[in-house]
């Protein structure tokens, strides 16, 4: 896993690249939080592919878990990827209604990201 630093005004931003899955549970979710948070930077961009599948089934609670922990300790999060193919209407629905709070996002591209994190 590599972390690359963005900076965007004065918020500093984690960029978290890596070729494979980094989390698989909440647990995985706090840590990663943690290790954040501690290099004091203010927000994260995740990728898609580094989130468990299961993540985006809402029945599972990993979602819901990992995400009130980023809101708990007021870390903005970004996740990268391509959500069309994902045909739940409950996902759907939860991924427009964290777009609205802009504390969670999800997001198309890295560009994207950055810009709604930088706000």
């Not at 963005?6 to 500093?12: D, E, F, R």
């Not at 609670?61 to 990827?81: E, T």
């Amino acid at each position: 896993m590599q972390i690359k630093s963005h900076g965007i005004n004065t918020i500093k931003i984690a960029e978290i690249i890596s070729d494979t899955i980094i989390i698989k549970s909440a647990q995985d979710g706090l840590d990663l939080l943690g290790d954040i948070y501690y290099q004091g930077f203010d927000k994260v961009i995740m990728y898609e592919k580094n989130i468990t599948p299961e993540f985006f089934d809402l029945k599972t609670k990993i979602a819901g878990d990992i995400l009130q922990k980023f809101s708990n300790y007021r870390v903005g999060l970004a996740i990268v990827g391509d959500f069309e193919k994902y045909e739940s209407k409950s996902i759907r629905d939860f991924i427009f209604e964290s777009n609205k709070t802009k504390h969670i996002n999800f997001a198309d591209t890295l560009e994207d990201a950055l810009e709604r994190l930088g706000k």
